[in-house]
């Protein structure tokens, strides 16, 4: 893992001493509500329906056992006893009281941790797969160039003023687990013939009201050149993005604006002003920050482990855990192994306790090299385990409710916190995630319908992305009650695709019987094992919609 230099120490702690001397004024009422808004966004506070909401960075999802067990005592001491994992790999605290702000950020300092730009019209948190560097299927690890861009991004003054906030995303594998595609930067590393590391260059993701995939302008990038390339479409960016509507403006808005050629010519203009100048990196400089990232020294593995096999052949639930919640490693004889937040109706989506973290940093070290990750979709990852120990962990996951056999299935439900904390939403989302929970919860069943993305949001601002969800669920406000947009279809990863909406909305009351309709029309349409999101494609919507609102149609002449 990257530990912070002597700069970043300088940079977080003066951070913390700047912002606890804003919190005093504006608690002595020496700062309006409206000049210390900007300063307590700049530090990942957010004003909720009930209480200040603070976010706290975890730069890539990488976390180590002792700042998790920080963001535990947090929770314990000063939220009510739990916090929330975002798909944005990002903790949210949603109780948090405004005088004890500068004690947390403090606190988060000691172990290397912050807020600075979690929030704002800034470049936010730099995130990649939770496998990265351990992934059997990746072509080369992706944090150093991540760690990189957040050294860069960070405090960087000609980018904390911009349009709206920028989000930048980065994979290297076969599979996209990064889902660059809804970012407004997406970049993919992988190797040419000649081993040389290249960079290919896509704009103009973004969900929320106008949800758009973003588009390549750049392929075989030099990787020296990242700094510069970013930088210049960020500066065409700033000149042009719209600062009138803040529905407008995103960078998508700007693309679609001017087309992907001419978007791509400006960029491509702006970057000849850049390029080969002191944003080039050396290699110098990537293996100063490669360094942090190096292979642990794993030991070796039996080739065969009878004990591992037999516990596989005689209990099934180990084996249905197994085949969900693991995933292959680079390195033989270790796994990288899933543990689902989403135990069902009994705790929202994302929601960990303190006593559940401190179980988690426990194991990290018990089970691997003292290193957690959270994934995009709002579970945790410990990267480093090997099959021996996979069994025991089980146990133990179980036992604190982190061992649900569920990864991958449609009670997996990536959630946003809703209506019952969020200020912007519509409608409520974590009920519904509950009560779709407790109607599918046969896993049985589940492992039978295969992988389902189900995506929950609040509202058009999509922090569930259910756009891109196989199933999405849309809260919208309809004269001040609470109904819900399904759609159909979506999909992230290389293939990305967005939902499209089936028809009127629903009722809070109706949604779990929807979603049921909806299954129960894909169990008759498929054909032999195929998933979900191919059924939609093949068959379209229509079949679904006759399933879904029969009384509509029989109403029809």
Known sequence: MYQYDEYDRALVFERVAQFRDQVGRFMAGELSEEEFLP????????????????????????LSARQMRTLASIARDYDRGYGHFTTRQNMQFNWIELAQVPDILERLAGVEMHAIQTSGNCVRNITTEAFAGVAADELM??????????QWST???????????FKIA?????????????????????????GQMLLRVMVGGGLG??????????????????????????RVYNRHGRRDNKYKARIKILVKALGIEAFAKEVEEEWQHLKDGPAQLTEAEYQRVASAFVPPLYERQPATDLDYGSRLAEEPAFE???????????????????????????????????????????????????????AHEQNIVLPDVPKAALHRLWRLAGEQGLGSANVGLLTDIIACPGGDFCALANAKSIPIAQAIQARFDNLDYLHDLGDISLNISGCMNACGHHHIGNIGILGVDKNGSEWYQITLGGAQGKHSALG?????????EEVPQVIERIIATFVRYRESEEPFVQTVQRIG????????YPKVLEAQP
């Open 155 to 165: 405090i960087n003054p000609e980018f904390l003023f911009l349009p709206r906030k």
């Open 320 to 374: 249905r855990w197994v085949t969900h919640n693991v995933q292959p490693h680079k390195v033989p004889g270790y796994a990288s192994v899933v543990l689902s937040t989403k135990p069902g109706s009994a705790s929202p989506p994302g929601d960990v306790t303190a006593a559940q973290m401190e179980a988690v940093a426990d194991w990290s070290e018990a089970f691997g090299f003292g290193e957690i990750r959270i």
């Open 141 to 150: 690890d992706p944090r150093p160039l991540a760690e990189i861009l957040r």
């Open 541 to 548: 919507l229509e079949p679904f919609k006759e399933w879904v």
């Open 500 to 508: 499209k909406v089936i028809g009127p909305s629903f009722s809070a």
């Open 39 to 62: 300063l307590r966004l700049q530090n990942g506070l957010y004003m909720q329906k009930h209480a200040y909401m603070l976010r706290v960075a975890i730069p890539y999802g990488t």
């Open 170 to 194: 980065i994979c290297s594998a076969h599979q996209d687990r990064a889902a660059i595609m809804m970012h407004d930067i997406g970049l993919y590393l992988y190797r040419d013939a000649r």
């Open 209 to 234: 009201r106008t949800p758009i995939l973003s588009q390549q302008i750049r392929d075989g990038l030099p990787w020296q050149h990242l700094l510069s390339y970013v930088e210049a479409v960020l």
